[in-house]
Structure formats: C-alpha cells, structure tokens
C-alpha cells in the first residue's frame, strides 16, 4: 500500500490521506476510515465492496539458507529447519497447513519469533530460517533473489483481497478519485503476487 500511495499522492497533490496499517479488522465507520483492504474472507457487512485479487500464503526462505540446510520437500521436515514465528504472546510451535476442507497442523521449531511479517521476511533473507507469510511481504525479495518460495504445493488456497468503502448517497470526489485510481493499481500488483 504504501509506494501505491505515495504514487497517489504524487498524481493528486490536493488530496491528503491517512494511512492506517495494521494486521487486524477494524470497524471503518468507528474508527473514522473511508477505505479499507481486507484480506480473508468477508462477514457479511454493509460495505461495499469489490474484489482485487488474491494472496498466496508462502513459505520461503533465502537462498543461502536453503544452501546449507536443504530445500524442505515434505511438511514433516520443518521440524529439521529453523522456523521464523510470528506472535505477539508466544514462540509458535507448530503451523496449520488447510487446503479445502482437510488440514494439517506441522510441529515446528521456532529458534526466532518476531511480531511482525515484515521482520520475519528481513529474518529470512539474513538467513534465520523459514518465514511463513503473505506472498506480497516477500515478493519484492523473491523477485531480487534473496527469498526463494519452498513448499509450493502444500500453500493454502489463496486468500480473497477486497477493497471496501461505508455506502453513502454522493461519494466525495476525492475518495472517488482515489477509489478510481487504487483498484486498478492494487488489481495488477496482487496479479503479480
């Protein structure tokens, strides 16, 4: 979101924006947001909202990492690896693979437990071990060869992405301007991811 934004304000410099990121769902209406981009599946609500695409979740590791240790070719050897957790209270000792209705709960040894994905995915390029996230928090190092996917064909089904906004009778122009501008932007990244 951030380098989309910043482009956006690039392209509108009589707009101003507050960008509000964080890991959890907020309620728009409460907390004073005019757009919000979800990731998951939507409860019913009455927003409205349109579908940008979809998120992989991955595992992945650096190159160098993978060089030394090994690829991992099956679930059960994540317990040979060193695994990056992410959690605020606790190291995590296992990770849920579910793809449809059948799933999977993997015992993990977690030497490194951040709170953040963006940590996690720098901890994995610095060769701490298997980070497990959003495809498009690694993305950018994927493609600069400093993370390599692993796993591939035990990842979740991907995770739908919309883009939401409150209903009103007249949307302001300067959130129809961004709106108009945003969707198609995040629709082709999130093609990418």
Known sequence: MLPLTVEFLAAYPDISLRLV??????????????????????????????????????????????????????????????????????????????????????????????????????????????????SYKMDAARRAGKLAIVLEKFEPEPLPVHILYTPRKLVPLKLRAFLDWMTPKLKARLTLA
């Not at 990770?95 to 977690?110: L, N, T």
């Open 21 to 134: 990121l964080n890991d959890r769902v907020v309620d728009a209406t409460e907390e004073n947001i005019d757009v919000a981009v979800r990731v998951g599946a939507l409860p019913d609500s009455n927003m409205i909202a349109t579908r940008i695409g979809s998120i992989r979740i991955v595992v992945c590791a650096s190159p160098a990492y993978l060089k030394i240790r090994g690829k991992p070719k099956q679930l059960s050897d994540l317990g040979r690896h060193d695994c990056i957790g992410i959690d605020n209270h606790a190291m995590p000792s296992a990770w849920k693979f579910v793809r449809g209705r059948s799933g999977k709960v993997v015992p993990i040894r977690s030497r490194l437990c951040v709170n953040t994905s963006e940590a996690a995915v720098l901890a994995a390029i610095e060769g701490a071990g298997l980070a497990r996230v959003m």
